[in-house]
Nanobody, 127 residues
Framework: QVQLVESGGGLVQAGASLRLSCAAS????????MGWFRQGPGKEREFVAA????????YYTDSVKGRFTISRDNAKNTVYLQMNSLKPEDTAVYYC????????????????????WGQGTQVTASS
């Protein structure tokens, strides 16, 4: 089990940037594939990005490709989501998720594949 705490959300103008951080507890962070999901008002939770245990593989939903970058620092037990050129439709609560994974290259993209979740951080991009 791993505990996750997100930070870095906020209210920005459309076109601005934010960097989300997710700090994980425990000594086995490098055994977990990590993902970012978001949930807008009245919507289901949706996949945003994922990164493999070693950071060698990443995967993005089409709507954020070229604007968002997921990365991780295993020495700091932290995963990041750099969000550039934010749009009003990016407004949502953003959640960090972790999945223990024997496959070093896996980048899970479905909600049910993760069993550890943070509490979420609000991101609002105003037009």
């Amino acid at each position: 089990q791993v505990q996750l705490v997100e930070s870095g959300g906020g209210l920005v103008q459309a076109g601005a940037s934010l960097r989300l951080s997710c700090a994980a507890s425990g000594r086995t962070f490098s055994s977990y594939a990590m993902g970012w999901f978001r949930q807008g008002p009245g919507k289901e939770r949706e996949f945003v990005a994922a990164i493999s245990r070693t950071g060698g593989n990443t995967y993005y939903t089409d709507s954020v490709k070229g604007r968002f970058t997921i990365s991780r620092d295993n020495a700091k037990n932290t995963v990041y989501l750099q969000m550039n050129s934010l749009k009003p439709e990016d407004t949502a609560v953003y959640y960090c998720a972790a999945r223990w994974d024997w496959d070093a290259g896996n980048t899970p993209s479905r909600v049910y594949e993760y069993d550890n979740w943070g509490q979420g951080t609000q991101v609002t991009a105003s037009s």
